[in-house]
T-cell receptor, first 111, second 115 residues
């Protein structure tokens, strides 16, 4: 089955800095890669996703890049703000709509 | 609107109790999911319903019993749970469970504590 590795497990940045979270996956058949943000006591919220026919996608301060050859994808957050502090999960999806999640990255943005 | 609602928000139950968790979506999605999430861990898939039929059961113990009364509702019936079943239970939905790249939208979860 699919295996998703996510790094780092924690990331501390100063407000205004950029943050990068990286994930690798094992199943070359996976073709959909969402990123979720989970705040304390809440459910995961989709923040951006990318499909295998696209190399990069941007949405304001958030961008995701995908390298299918190397089987890795990354989340980039620019101009970080304290409200960006949360746990971020990457995931990969292949057949049967089953998501395999990475272990999560706790992002702490200090004012 | 991409809202999935879950009730109750919090639930405390004893090991001999029977309770149910409820999930609802009005996005016309035809696939619904139950996940279990322990503290500081990613969500783990439990069940998938596609077009109101159970299509995936990830070897979940029988003390968890899912039900999909209609395309908008998903229930999880709980009976004789163990303390280690305490977790955040998340519901999600996606447009079509058959296709492999449908976005899954999560609800806020039910925080379950088993005493």
């Amino acid at each position: 089955g699919e295996n998703v590795e996510q790094h780092p497990s924690t990331l501390s940045v100063q407000e205004g800095d950029s943050a990068v979270i990286k994930c690798t996956y094992s199943d070359s058949a996976s073709n959909y890669f969402p990123w979720y943000k989970q705040e304390l006591g809440k459910g995961p919220q989709l923040i951006i996703d990318i499909r295998s026919n696209v190399g990069e996608k941007k949405d304001q301060r958030i961008a995701v890049t995908l390298n299918k050859t190397a089987k890795h994808f990354s989340l980039h957050i620019t101009e970080t703000q304290p409200e960006d502090s949360a746990v971020y999960f990457c995931a990969a999806m292949g057949g049967y709509s089953t998501l395999t999640f990475g272990k999560g990255t706790m992002l702490l943005v200090s004012p | 609107d991409t809202e999935v609602t879950q009730t109750p928000k919090h639930l405390v139950m004893g090991m001999t109790n029977k309770k149910s968790l409820k999930c609802e979506q009005h996005m016309g999605h035809r696939a619904m999911y139950w996940y279990k999430q322990k503290a500081k861990k990613p969500p783990e898939l439990m069940f998938v319903y596609s077009y109101e039929k159970l299509s995936i059961n990830e070897s979940v113990p029988s003390r968890f019993s899912p039900e999909c009364p209609n395309s908008s509702l998903l229930n999880l019936h709980l009976h004789a749970l163990q303390p280690e079943d305490s977790a955040l239970y998340l519901c999600a939905s996606s447009q079509d469970g058959v296709r492999s790249t449908d976005t899954q939208y999560f609800g806020p979860g039910t925080r379950l504590t088993v005493l």
